[in-house]
Nanobody, 126 residues
Framework: QVQLVESGGGSVQAGGSLRLSCEAS????????LAWFRQAPGKEREGVAA???????AYGDSVKGRFTISKDNAKSRLYLQMNSLKPEDSAMYYCAARRTCTARWDVPPADEYTYWGQGTQVTVSS
């Protein structure tokens, strides 16, 4: 059974940093394309960062230069390093995975991902 479990969320002041982690029980983790999404109350789910086909890294415009996505295939883990956090970054953060990958320079739409975690809350205070 596929499971994605996020951790690392919490409360932080503006300007601070957090590192999210997603542990995945996926067969052949290394061939999956992975992403982070977030959703704030009353807002649509937003693509934050993605690892696309051929290792292409993609970021949402609002986090470029502040967030970094990475993975460790040996540990089957996906990470999101978040620096210079702003109050508008407050949201529930989800990791997502898909077996079929595409070569694109942006974060694919949420409905293209097959597997999802339960989310971890990030709250940034001003």
């Amino acid at each position: 059974q596929v499971q994605l479990v996020e951790s690392g969320g919490g409360s932080v002041q503006a300007g601070g940093s957090l590192r999210l982690s997603c542990e995945a029980s996926l067969e052949e983790f290394h061939v999956h394309c992975l992403a982070w999404f977030r959703q704030a109350p009353g807002k649509e789910r937003e693509g934050v960062a993605a690892l696309n086909f051929a290792g292409i890294l993609a970021y949402g415009d609002s986090v470029k230069g502040r967030f970094t996505i990475s993975k460790d295939n040996a540990k089957s883990r996906l990470y999101l390093q978040m620096n210079s956090l702003k109050p508008e970054d407050s949201a529930m953060y989800y990791c997502a995975a898909r077996r079929t990958c595409t070569a694109r320079w942006d974060v694919p739409p949420a409905d293209e991902y097959t597997y999802w975690g339960q989310g971890t809350q990030v709250t940034v205070s001003s």
